[in-house]
């Protein structure tokens, strides 16, 4: 079976690439993309899809780099195939990221990838990595200390990210480019022994083949049996979340003592995927999972951990949160508020109030309306809370400290600043969306009522019944 005929079989084994779909592929101009290339124009032939291509310029080595791009363009020129093209400053993304150049190149290329496809409609991106991609990220993996998820390697397919050589050797490779006598660009940074990757393939890959000739599928048949039991803990992961993960916006929360239920591998399966969910591009490793685990297992009712790419983990009682962490705005301004529509934008709430008359009205049980005695009713104004605030409880007859109120209903530390509180003159008659003032409450005696409604920014009005 020829080079083309084996990755048709992947192809359609992985369903990797179907009839009628649009397929954009990432070319650097080096061996691998370029071989790529030619075998997906002879596949579209068969499986009829459409093919373009897309190359990022990383700027990092002058001419050369210059010279990478307008080979890939004329390439593609050449076949008639739609190119697309950007240039990155990937040292100085880099550097403004804390990342490593690779991490930082790969990064900024899965971006224009994505960017170009959601543009132009494309559903598939296919990059060349190859068997031997593979083993070098097996063996950098372990040597950093992954997991069995990690060590499982580079997968097939993620998303719409597809591999049609994944299982190619670069031997193999290099024979259909020799035999078909295709050219490709040469990057001289592979020859630089500072980058990881490389001293892996020329330094310690060529040890293991000499103490096993066979040391190379031996790693790849590792690397299959791991994926196997990696698909086991992955199905009971994703179970778990299905059935016990809550989303609420942009954060993701569990149920503390369910989490600590799982077994270490799930548990590792759980915060990778979440992590994912919040930031596709950070990777947690075993050290990212101990410190999570060590906010779980502390004393304290709330603890937090701080983990790359602004994610927060955080245990607030019982529960376990994660967060894409966002900036804290300290609200001091106090907002006037009137009978109407008031939209409060640094809240991001609008309270409509309005006065009613007469007896048997039907008040509303939803926790964000409220009702008061309208003749008790001062000048209205709207705050965040400040240390030391107190207020009389619906029910009760001694005031509690707003503090101890927020404690008992396990309101997080953080979040405390950001729930509004309506004022009456000074006296605070509103814990929106949680209590109102007992002595502000709708009596026997009470003439008129005024109702209190908060919306979310995106509603404008209401209606009532």
């Known amino acids: 079976m020829d080079l083309v005929d084996k990755v048709v079989h992947t192809l359609k084994e992985g369903a990797l690439i179907n009839k009628a779909d649009r397929v954009l592929l990432g070319a650097s101009g080096g061996m691998d993309s370029t ?3 030619h075998v997906l124009i002879e596949i579209a032939k068969r499986m009829r899809f459409e093919l373009g291509v897309a190359h990022l310029n990383h700027m990092l080595r002058g001419k050369e780099s210059q010279r990478d791009e307008a080979f890939v363009k004329r390439l593609a020129k050449k076949h008639g195939l739609p190119f697309y093209a950007k240039r990155v400053h990937v040292r100085e993304y ?10 930082a190149g790969r990064d900024a290329r899965y971006d224009f990838f994505k960017e170009i496809s959601r543009i132009h409609g494309f559903n598939r991106i296919a990059v060349a990595h190859t068997m031997d ?4 990220t097996f063996i950098l993996r372990l040597i950093k200390g992954a997991g069995i998820k990690g060590l499982s390697s580079i997968p097939v397919r993620r998303e719409n990210i597809v591999r049609p050589f994944l299982n190619i050797p670069r031997s193999e490779i290099e024979e259909y480019v020799r035999t078909h006598s295709i050219s490709y660009v040469e990057d001289s ?3 630089k022994l500072a980058y990881e990757r490389n001293f892996v393939r020329k330094k310690i890959l060529p040890v293991m083949v000499k103490l096993n000739s066979d040391a190379r599928d031996m790693i790849f048949n590792l690397i299959q049996d791991l994926r196997t039991i990696s698909g086991h803990f992955e199905k009971k992961a994703q179970r778990f979340i299905i059935e016990e993960v809550e989303s609420a916006g942009a954060a993701f929360s569990v149920n503390k003592e369910k ?3 799982l077994d270490g591998e799930i548990q590792f399966r759980v915060i990778t995927s979440l992590c994912f969910e919040l930031e596709p591009s950070f990777v947690p490793l075993r050290e990212h999972v101990k410190l999570v685990k060590k906010i779980i297992d502390g004393r304290r009712p709330n603890l937090s951990v701080q983990l790359p790419k602004k994610i927060k983990v955080k245990k607030i009682y019982d529960r376990l949160i994660f967060a894409k962490e966002v900036p804290a705005f300290p609200i001091k301004e106090m907002f006037a508020v009137g009978v109407g529509e008031n939209t409060l934008h640094v809240l991001r709430k609008k309270l409509t109030i309005r006065v009613l008359e007469g007896k048997g009205f039907r008040f509303s049980e939803d926790e ?3 009702h008061f005695d ?20 619906l029910g009760m007859k001694d005031s509690v400290k707003l503090k101890d109120f927020f404690i008992s209903r396990k309101i997080p530390r953080e979040e405390r600043r950001h729930i509004p509180l309506l004022l009456s ?3 605070i008659i509103w814990i929106i969306g949680y209590r109102i003032d007992e002595r502000y409450k709708v009596g026997h005696d009470t003439r008129s009522i005024m109702e209190v409604m908060v919306f979310p920014m995106e509603y404008t009005s209401y209606s009532h019944s």
């Open 133 to 136: 991609d593979q083993i070098e």
């Open 259 to 261: 989490f600590k239920e």
């Open 35 to 37: 071989a790529l290339f």
């Open 368 to 370: 964000n309306a409220a």
């Open 425 to 427: 003159n000074d006296d």
């Open 189 to 191: 940074s592979n020859a």
């Open 374 to 393: 309208n003749d008790k009713i001062g000048k209205l104004r709207v705050r965040t809370f400040r240390e030391g605030d107190r207020f009389f409880p």
């Open 94 to 103: 880099a550097k403004k990221e804390g990342l490593s150049l690779q991490h």
